[in-house]
């Protein structure tokens, strides 16, 4: 998320670390697969990864994927969300950050996938879509992978109306050299369609130069 009065923050006052986390607690225990993401994930990649969680809320995509063999770090502006990462996963790495800044946080800019999952993309600032998405696109490797999880509708978000549509999400990410791969009405592959309420996109960099 960003720092800019983003709409998580007015949706949760910055408080919200603990909730979420039992409540993703109480879906694992009624027996729910709350691996979706890192598995989707873990099948683009291969084992010993780099791979940067924008938006990590509490850690839970980023922890699995470390026990699946790869090495994450954690960004979010949420403090909660992070407190609860980092008393989760003491060993792993969580910065608490701006992503319209992500640059500022020193990150070496080669990873091999960058994920901005839980409506990452409709919850900044509005406004600062465009340069969230040139900075998680500068975090990645030539050839490295752009994969986003978004509602489309408000029986996907968290708000009353959606604030991002696939078209400009698609142009942002042309703007900042990055191409559409594949597209998936969930994260456990069912095939995209018009008009369904979520999309999960892999947008990808050339892997050189001259692939452009």
């Not at 409540?23 to 729910?32: V, Y």
């Not at 996938?113 to 600032?125: D, T």
């Not at 900075?135 to 992978?145: D, I, K, M, S």
Request: proline share 6%; with cysteine.
């Amino acid at each position: 998320m960003t720092g800019q009065r983003d709409r998580w923050a007015e949706l949760t006052g910055g408080q919200a670390g603990e909730d979420y986390a039992r409540r993703f607690a109480r879906l694992a225990e009624s027996g729910h697969d709350v691996h979706g993401e890192a598995a989707f994930c873990t099948a683009l990649l291969t084992l010993s990864s780099r791979v940067l969680d924008a938006g990590c809320g509490t850690g839970r995509i980023a922890i699995r994927l470390t026990e699946l063999g790869h090495h994450c770090t954690g960004v979010d502006v949420d403090p909660s969300m992070l407190a609860v990462a980092r008393r989760d996963a003491p060993a792993q790495e969580w910065l608490l950050g701006d992503l319209v800044h992500l640059d500022a946080l020193g990150l070496d800019p080669s990873f091999d996938l960058v994920l901005a999952a839980g409506n990452v993309i409709p919850l900044l600032a509005s406004g600062t879509e465009p340069a969230v998405v040139r900075q998680l696109a500068t975090a990645l490797r030539p050839g490295g992978l752009l994969v986003t999880g978004m509602g489309l509708d408000a029986a996907h978000l968290p708000l009353p109306e959606p604030t991002v549509t696939l078209p400009e999400f698609d142009q942002w990410c042309a703007e900042a050299g990055l191409t559409l791969r594949e597209r998936y009405a969930t994260w456990s592959g069912e095939p995209y369609y018009d008009g369904c309420g979520y999309a999960v996109s892999v947008h990808g960099l050339p892997a050189t130069a001259s692939d452009d």
